[in-house]
């Protein structure tokens, strides 16, 4: 599933391209930059950190970030540009790789990795943002483009993978606990989801503008199919057992 975040993908290639870790280089590596006198703050703690990078750039007036590395080989890079943007971003265990940006005002991000190898790429544009995004385990992957949107998420496994894209006030609520789960979500229009998927191997696909679906799975090998929604609609759906 790559409808969603595909478009904006080369934003984040072109602008904050994860860099290239020396393999063997034991000492963690940190790069700040931004404009003096901006009241900007950034700041970098790899005290428990090896063979990690971390790289934080900033343009703007009052925008605030953070991050924490603690185990080996993570990479993390965190780009504002804009006012009052407000973003931290902790990794611990090993491998684990965040690609962050905030484009506007007032967006808010708190984004932590907890295992190994997993991956966040996030891109929020123009202004209110909020992104809640927790994962534990292993190799599963987060990419998020919101605009103006509201997103809590949460990957407890391994090798689950969420792709969501949010404009226009929308909200979303995602948990996925297990393994080889995939959900793919595109919102507008103010619309709201609460996905969830419990087991392995189960998928969601959901389109909809200034609606509301509320969608659980519980098993193995269930399968969603897209749904596409029109306004004012509200669909509630649980799927349990195995395929």
Avoid: C, K, Y
Wanted: cysteine-free; overall charge negative; proline content about 2%.
């Amino acid at each position: 599933m790559r409808r969603t975040i595909g478009r904006h993908l080369p934003l984040l290639a072109a602008g904050i391209a994860l860099l290239a870790v020396p393999a063997r280089a034991q000492a963690p590596s940190a790069t700040v930059e931004q404009a003096a006198g901006s009241g900007s703050a950034a700041v970098i703690d790899q005290a428990a950190a090896t063979r990690g990078t971390a790289i934080i750039r900033q343009a703007g007036v009052g925008n605030r970030a953070a991050v924490v590395q603690v185990g080996t080989d993570h990479v993390g890079r965190v780009e504002q540009e804009g006012a009052g943007n407000e973003l931290s971003l902790l990794a611990e265990g090993a491998g684990n790789r965040a690609t962050a940006r905030q484009d506007g005002t007032g967006h808010r991000a708190d984004l932590t990795a907890r295992g190994e190898a997993n991956e966040i790429d996030l891109l929020q544009a123009g202004g209110g943002s909020e992104a809640l995004v927790g994962q534990t385990g292993e190799a599963n992957i987060a990419r998020l483009f919101q605009e103006g949107g509201r997103l809590d998420l949460t990957q407890s496994g391994s090798a689950n993978e969420a792709e969501v894209e949010q404009t226009g006030g929308s909200r979303a609520a995602i948990r996925q606990d297990g393994s080889g789960n995939e959900i793919d979500l595109g919102q507008s229009a103010g619309a709201e989801a609460r996905l969830t998927q419990i087991g392995s191997g189960n998928s969601i696909g959901a389109t909809q503008a200034g609606t509301s679906i509320n969608l659980t799975q519980i098993g193995t090998g269930l399968v969603a199919p897209t749904v596409q929604t029109t306004s004012g609609v509200t669909i509630d759906v649980v799927q349990t057992g195995n395929r």
